[in-house]
């Protein structure tokens, strides 16, 4: 099993709302990433987990939340987002330190 | 410096025609791993294919190869045959051994393949 799964694919939130992006892979990998993608643009880091604990944070900024309840599971919260953090979430995972990495289907955030 | 440059945003290529994707990246790690991924418009991010910097045959995946030139580094994507199905966003992708976790993308090439 290689899959990443990703919920929900699509999420509209105005900017007072609070929802949160999930993640899940089955793989046993133990580095999980969330990443920011807009249109026609590479994929931006904002976090890495290893060991569900929080090993990079790219300068991301406090309304973005993320959580990694256990090996399996990443979550993203939102909360009092800006029109500009409308783009496509993507949640990866990977071995700690292995060169490849897993992409799931990821999420289309639209901040109304 | 940009770590992965890919200096072609868009390519056309005829159907069944091959097709090369350039990438160049900047690393002083003698351990390092290169990636292609593509992304159709649905989004999702699919692997395609890994080298490593140790590597001493280039990789290859069915119809995708990478044309891996250490001294140049240069880690160019050749996909054959080209199907309609591969009209899409190519990212090369690097990930040296001593930055932990940290990927590296490049801008993207998106291809579009002409019937």
């Known amino acids: 099993d290689t899959e990443v799964t990703q919920t929900p694919k699509h999420l509209v939130m105005g900017m007072t709302n609070k929802k949160s992006l999930k993640c899940e892979q089955h793989?046993?990998?133990?580095?999980m990433y969330w990443y920011k993608q807009k249109a026609k643009k590479p994929p931006e880091l904002m976090f890495v987990y290893s060991y569900e604990k929080l090993s990079i944070n790219e300068s991301v900024p406090s309304r973005f939340s993320p959580e990694c309840p256990n090996s399996s599971l990443l979550n993203l919260h939102l909360h009092a987002l800006q029109p500009e953090d409308s783009a496509l979430y993507l949640c990866?995972?990977?071995?700690?330190?292995?060169?490849?990495?897993?992409f799931g289907p990821g999420t289309r955030l639209t901040v109304t | 410096a940009q770590k992965i440059t890919q200096t072609q945003p868009g390519m056309f290529v005829q159907e069944k025609e091959a097709v090369t994707l350039d990438c160049t990246y900047d690393?002083?790690?003698?351990?390092?791993?290169l990636f292609w991924y593509k992304q159709p418009s649905s989004g999702e991010m699919i692997f395609l294919i890994y080298q490593g910097s140790y590597d001493e045959q280039n990789a290859t995946e069915g119809r995708y190869s990478l044309n891996f030139q250490k001294a140049r580094k240069s880690a160019n994507l050749v996909i054959s045959a080209s199907q309609l199905g591969d009209s899409a966003m190519y990212f090369c992708a690097m990930r040296e051994a001593n930055t932990g976790n940290q990927f590296y993308f490049g801008t993207g090439t998106s291809l579009t393949v002409i019937p």
């Open positions: 793989m046993g990998h133990r580095a």
């Open positions: 690393t002083s790690d003698q351990s390092y791993g």
């Open positions: 990866a995972s990977s071995q700690v330190n292995a060169y490849e990495q897993y």
